[in-house]
């Protein structure tokens, strides 16, 4: 029995001292045992993963890295306007500073500013007779001058793609008799926003194009500016858009895409017969939202 462990211990010690030698002769030749462990291990991950959703990661350079704060990229021009409608705040009202003047006068449907200059004026809009304030002041008396006209084919509520607001060219420099002033470039940088403030918002509007044009014969095939209210596709909006652009003394710099809205402003030319200067702006924003009169 003796004698038979001895040999079992021999066998095993033999058996050992082969193994080391054939793992210390396959090491020294370059073989390694790694593959086989790694195909294992690669094997064994697929088995699993075929049980987890098969869709396809997004490729590095489209997988959304957060920024810090101060890194946050942050568009100054960006507008509560351009936001989707789901991260707009809701807006909050607040008094409308020309409240009085509405309730003097009932057809007066906005009042037009544009700051450092003669233009702070009531725009009246009577569609049963658009001719009203051609010469009459706001409060009925007659005048030269008359009022600033909304076009009776202009509406606010709703609004349409275009409003077109007519004004004398008056010698004192009252009405749109500075309006031709936005010949010069220079002038349009210091002078680039008009506000509308009407009984729910100040409409703010960026000049956007400035032209000289003419009322033509009705039957003269050609743009005519004046012609435009409703856009009722795209090819319409790009109609518009693109002449009054091609037609601009100079570039604005101002663009616009289909659904914006527009702010025409014309007066009284005389570099022609029949000849107008107009200067179309396009809304950049809604702005503030005042409060609902209280007998509305």
Not at 104 to 114: I, P
Not at 166 to 189: D, I, P, Q, V
Not at 222 to 248: G, L, P, R
Request: glycine residues 6%.
């Amino acid at each position: 029995m003796k004698k038979k462990i001895i040999i079992a211990a021999a066998l095993f010690a033999t058996a050992l001292v082969l193994a080391g030698a054939g793992f210390y002769i396959l090491n020294r030749a370059g073989f390694s045992f790694l593959p086989f462990i790694e195909s294992i291990a690669a094997r064994e991950a697929a088995e699993n993963e075929s049980m987890l959703p098969t869709e396809d990661p997004l490729p590095d350079e489209a997988i959304p890295v957060p920024l810090d704060d101060e890194e946050d990229p942050i568009n100054i021009e960006e507008t509560d306007s351009d936001k989707p409608k789901a991260e707009r705040p809701e807006p909050v009202r607040i008094p409308n500073p020309y409240k009085e003047k509405f309730l003097e006068n009932e057809d007066m449907v906005g009042w037009l500013t544009l700051k450092d200059s003669p233009i702070d004026c009531p725009v009246m809009w009577t569609p049963e007779n658009e001719e009203k304030y051609l010469h009459m002041d706001f409060n009925g008396n007659y005048s030269v001058g008359g009022c600033l006209l909304l076009d009776t084919d202009s509406a606010l509520d709703p609004l349409t793609t275009n409003l077109i607001i007519h004004g004398h060219n008056m010698g004192n420099g009252t009405m749109f008799g500075t309006l031709s002033k936005f010949e010069s470039e220079e002038y349009m940088e210091k002078h680039k926003f008009f506000h509308l403030h009407t009984k729910d918002y100040d409409h703010r509007y960026k000049v956007m194009a400035v032209f000289r044009s003419k009322v033509f014969y009705v039957s003269d095939e050609c743009f005519k500016y004046y012609k435009f209210f409703e856009a009722k596709d795209e090819k319409e909006f790009e109609d518009f858009y693109n002449n009054v652009k091609e037609m601009s003394l100079y570039d604005t710099g101002v663009e616009a895409k289909y659904g914006d809205k527009f702010l025409t402003l014309s007066t009284c030319s005389y570099h022609t017969q029949n000849g107008r200067f107009v200067v179309v702006c396009k809304e950049i924003d809604p702005g503030d939202y005042y409060e609902a009169f209280e007998n509305e």
